[in-house]
T-cell receptor, first 113, second 114 residues
């Protein structure tokens, strides 16, 4: 079936290093992708999004890359900080009247001081 | 501008009881989504509502679960005759418009069924 999945369930990085979290999606009709950060006991928090007509989008310390050819999405976090420790989810939406997001399982990011 | 609000934050029910979860969307948002999250897993879509209408309930179990978003008041997710398998975190999100667009999530309601 169609699904969104992540390559790595856990990622441990040193404070100050860059982090890269990857995501594969299989629904070629998806036209909107979002990265969410979820801290323990809290709801998902929007980080950055990208539409299918773009390959790259930058925010504050974060960059999302979209490769439609191989259906791959990545989140890059520059100068990772302890406060970045959380579970990161990618989500996709096929747009149109479809409002629901399809979430991947998540990658747990641990930042070592 | 307050974010999405959910209550209660924690809910404990015994098997066979009813659970009612409430969600107040962000001010000005008329689109509400409910998701369920099991431990160590991603969120799973349940239902998408607009004021007084269910737009998509493809992710909601056919029995025991229902949702509404009345003209006035919060959206309600209702689970009748709860079973242990219903134990999960239930998140509500809201958006300004429908279709693809940013969804803002609430803090969730953690349901425990004893």
């Amino acid at each position: 079936g169609e699904s969104v999945g992540l390559h790595l369930p856990t990622l441990s990085v040193q404070e100050g290093d860059n982090s890269i979290i990857n995501c594969a999606y299989s629904n070629s009709a998806s036209d909107y992708f979002i990265w969410y950060k979820q801290e323990s006991g809290k709801g998902p928090q929007f980080i950055i999004d990208i539409r299918s007509n773009m390959d790259k989008r930058q925010g504050q310390r974060v960059t999302v890359l979209l490769n439609k050819t191989v259906k791959h999405l990545s989140l890059q976090i520059a100068a990772t900080q302890p406060g970045d420790s959380a579970v990161y989810f990618c989500a996709e939406n096929i747009g149109g009247s479809q409002g629901n997001l399809i979430f991947g399982k998540g990658t747990k990011l641990s930042v070592k001081p | 501008n307050a974010g999405v609000m959910q209550n209660p934050r924690h809910l404990v029910r015994r098997r066979g009881q009813e659970a009612r979860l409430r969600c107040s969307p962000m001010k000005g948002h008329s689109h509400v989504y409910w998701y369920r999250q099991l431990p160590e897993e991603g969120l799973k879509f349940m239902v998408y509502l607009q004021k007084e209408n269910i737009i998509d309930e493809s992710g909601m179990p056919k029995e025991r679960f229902s949702a509404e978003f009345p003209k006035e008041g919060p959206s309600i997710l209702r689970i009748q005759q709860v079973v242990r398998g219903d134990s999960a975190a239930y998140f509500c999100a809201s958006s300004l418009g429908g279709g693809s667009g940013e969804q803002f999530f609430g803090p969730g309601t953690r349901l425990t069924v004893l």
